[in-house]
């Protein structure tokens, strides 16, 4: 996670497995999308969306463990 020692920085994930906030209930291989709300995603399974992690896990808490694409 770069930035992720900054105080007031922005996270970055490049690569690897790390927490994603999300919007909504996630189900383990979920594809995750950008949301409208910013700073979170959202669950997108459709073929036309832009998905840029998979779910490691089911959450219904906000936060889920995600691999970045």
């Known amino acids: 996670l770069m930035n992720s020692e ?3 920085g922005t996270t970055v994930a490049l690569k ?3 927490p994603v ?3 909504g209930n996630v189900k383990k ?3 995750i999308a ?3 709300m910013a700073g979170f995603a959202q669950v ?5 969306a832009w998905s840029f992690a ?5 959450s219904d808490t906000g936060v ?3 691999v970045i694409l």
């Open 6 to 8: 900054l105080e007031g």
């Open 16 to 18: 690897g497995r790390v």
């Open 21 to 23: 906030n999300v919007v």
């Open 29 to 31: 291989g979920d594809r």
């Open 34 to 36: 950008p949301s409208n």
């Open 44 to 48: 997108d399974n459709s073929k036309q």
């Open 54 to 58: 998979i779910a490691l896990e089911d």
């Open 64 to 66: 889920v463990e995600a």
